[in-house]
T-cell receptor, first 113, second 112 residues
Framework: DGGITQSPKYLFRKEGQNVTLSCEQN?????MYWYRQDPGQGLRLIYY???????QKGDIAEGYSVSREKKESFPLTVTSAQKNPTAFYLC????????????FGPGTRLTVL | AQSVSQHNHHVILSEAASLELGCNYS??????LFWYVQYPGQHLQLLLK??????LVKGIKGFEAEFIKSKFSFNLRKPSVQWSDTAEYFC??????????FGKGNQVVVIP
C-alpha cells in the first residue's frame, strides 16, 4: 500500500533533549512537509521541502531542524531550543505541481516531561 | 501571508440536522481551496477541493462546498449529518506556491 508512515506514534522525552521524528513516504512525491497541530490552533507549517537536498522554513521553524537526503524521507528534529515542544506533529507529502493535494501521515504525539 | 478564518470552533448538533462551516481567506488572487477532515483517532484526509470551474464542489460522504470569490469564502455544507460525521474539519488555502495555510478548525460533535 502506498502511503506515509510516521514513527513512533507516541514519544516521550526529557526536557533539554533533542528528539528526531521519522517520516517516510512511498508515494514518489517530490514535496514533503512538517506541521505542528495544537488544540484550537489548526496546523502550522514548520518546514517544507520541494526537492531532495533542499528545504525551506515555514511559519514556526525556530527550535526545529530537518534534512532531505532521500526523496522518500524527511526527518524532523525537535531541539532543546524549542520552548514548547509538546504537540502533535504531522508529516505530509504531495507532487511538486501546485495542482495537487497534500496527503498526511498518522502523526506523532510528542510529550516533553 | 495568507490567513484563513474558521468561525464557531465548537459545533454541536443532532443527527439529521444541517451543517454549514464557514471559511474565509485573505488573499485576493488565484487560490486553491481545500477542506480536510480528521475523524477521532484517524489521520487527516481530504474531503473536497476546488481549483477552477464550477464553484460548487461535491466531496465524499455527502459534503459540498461553494467558492464565492467576491466574498473570499469557501463554506462547507452537509444537508443531513450523521453521528459518524463527528470530527474536526479544517479549511486550507494555497496561493502562489506549494504551501497550505490552514484555519484553526471546527470541532463538530453530532449527537445521536
Amino acid at each position: 500500500d502506498g502511503g506515509i508512515t510516521q514513527s513512533p506514534k507516541y514519544l516521550f522525552r526529557k526536557e533539554g533533549q533533542n528528539v528526531t521524528l521519522s517520516c517516510e513516504q512511498n508515494l514518489n512525491h517530490d514535496a514533503m512537509y512538517w506541521y505542528r497541530q495544537d488544540p484550537g490552533q489548526g496546523l502550522r507549517l514548520i518546514y517544507y521541502s520541494q526537492i531532495v537536498n533542499d528545504f525551506q522554513k515555514g511559519d514556526i521553524a525556530e527550535g526545529y531542524s530537518v534534512s532531505r537526503e532521500k526523496k522518500e524521507s524527511f526527518p524532523l528534529t525537535v531541539t532543546s531550543a524549542q520552548k514548547n515542544p509538546t504537540a502533535f506533529y504531522l508529516c505530509a507529502s504531495s507532487q511538486a505541481s501546485s495542482y495537487n493535494e497534500q496527503f498526511f501521515g498518522p502523526g506523532t504525539r510528542l510529550t516533553v516531561l | 501571508a495568507q490567513s484563513v478564518s474558521q468561525h464557531n470552533h465548537h459545533v454541536i448538533l443532532s443527527e439529521a440536522a444541517s451543517l454549514e462551516l464557514g471559511c474565509n481567506y485573505s488573499y485576493g488572487g488565484t487560490v486553491n481551496l481545500f477542506w480536510y477532515v480528521q475523524y477521532p483517532g484517524q489521520h487527516l484526509q481530504l474531503l473536497l477541493k476546488y481549483f477552477s470551474g464550477d464553484p460548487l464542489v461535491k466531496g465524499i460522504k455527502g459534503f459540498e462546498a461553494e467558492f464565492i470569490k467576491s466574498k473570499f469564502s469557501f463554506n462547507l455544507r452537509k444537508p443531513s449529518v450523521q453521528w459518524s460525521d463527528t470530527a474536526e474539519y479544517f479549511c486550507a488555502v494555497r496561493s502562489g506556491n506549494n504551501r497550505l495555510a490552514f484555519g484553526k478548525g471546527n470541532q463538530v460533535v453530532v449527537i445521536p
